[in-house]
């Protein structure tokens, strides 16, 4: 267990913010509105930005559905420049034409 109450049992999802002060603790190192699900989305973003293949982000997640790994792979313009400068080696390496 992570996250137990003053008694030593499991929190429940009902009474979790209250007892970690979650949204005065957020608050506090500048992430306002932040839910602790957030972490959750965060997570599976890197895992799909370290190429993690959507069968990978659905075991991850426990997600039988491509549709629900998806919103996880989102487009960013890092990956976006990756992907061009792959293309432009691949371009300048074994794109000539052979005749």
Sequence with gaps: MIFTGAK???LRSGNFGRAVRWTKTVA???LAGFHFHDLR?????LAASARASTRELMHRMGHATMRAALIYQHATSERDHEIARTMDRRIAGEGRCRR
Excluded: E, I, K, L
């Design 8 to 10: 030593g049992a499991p």
């Design 28 to 30: 506090s190192v500048g």
């Design 41 to 45: 989305h965060t997570g599976n973003t």
